[in-house]
Nanobody, 117 residues
């Protein structure tokens, strides 16, 4: 069993910044072997990929956040981060951490990010 715990969400004004963290744990969980990602879901919309970082450190971003968000991972700390700058009202959503390895797929409970205009 793998646990993913997100933190760092909150209320921020448009143009501001937030840093999300996701701490992973589990008795047989090897963090460095998992692709880690951040997804978000706004009210009435489908969950969408925001950013992903694979085991080699390669990254992938949604077009809507390129140049504003940065995903990173700290393998010794079993933690993945999402630095969000120049936030916009359309970034308002619940942000979920995801860990994926072959057919294994785990989700956190989510953290709310609200951007006021």
């Amino acid at each position: 069993q793998v646990q993913l715990v997100e933190s760092g969400g909150g209320l921020v004004q448009s143009g501001g910044s937030l840093r999300l963290s996701c701490a992973a744990s589990g008795s047989t969980f090897t963090f460095s072997t998992y692709a880690m990602g951040w997804y978000r879901q706004a009210p009435g919309k489908q969950r969408e990929l925001v950013a992903q970082i694979i085991t080699s450190g390669g990254t992938n971003y949604a077009d809507s956040v390129k140049g504003r968000f940065t995903i990173s991972r700290d393998n010794p700390k079993n933690t993945v981060y999402l630095q969000m700058n120049s936030l916009k009202s359309e970034d308002t959503a619940v942000y979920y951490c995801n860990a994926r390895y072959t057919f294994l797929n785990y989700w956190g409970q989510g953290t709310q990010v609200t951007v006021s205009s």
